[in-house]
């Protein structure tokens, strides 16, 4: 039987660096995918751990707050808690390749 994961939104590979600032110290992130939820870092250095509240820093377009919903190893699951405008304007930012560069 084949497992398939349903998604309420579509993921994008995106394969770009954010900086991620929580209470625990700053660190820099591997972006694997992305999506209007939130998004899955591969990091080097030590996640925080499930339910921080974080900022995540893209390169072009500035802040936007989540919270850590998953961590297993360097993998970090981000759910975003930004206003619905916020959110739609880093959708935006990505989808005219802007936010990354």
Do not use: Y
């Amino acid at each position: 039987m084949v497992d398939i994961e349903k998604r309420l939104f579509e993921r994008n590979d995106t394969f770009s660096t954010v900086r991620v600032i929580s209470p625990d110290g700053d660190m820099e992130g591997v972006v694997e995918d992305f999506s209007i939820a939130g998004m899955g870092l591969r990091v080097e250095s030590a996640p925080p751990p499930e339910e921080t509240d974080v900022t995540i820093l893209f390169p072009n377009f500035g802040g936007l707050s989540a919270q850590v919903v998953r961590v297993r190893g360097n993998e970090v699951g981000l759910s975003f808690t930004d206003t619905p405008e916020r959110i739609g304007e880093l959708m935006h930012a990505v989808k005219n390749h802007s936010a990354f560069r």
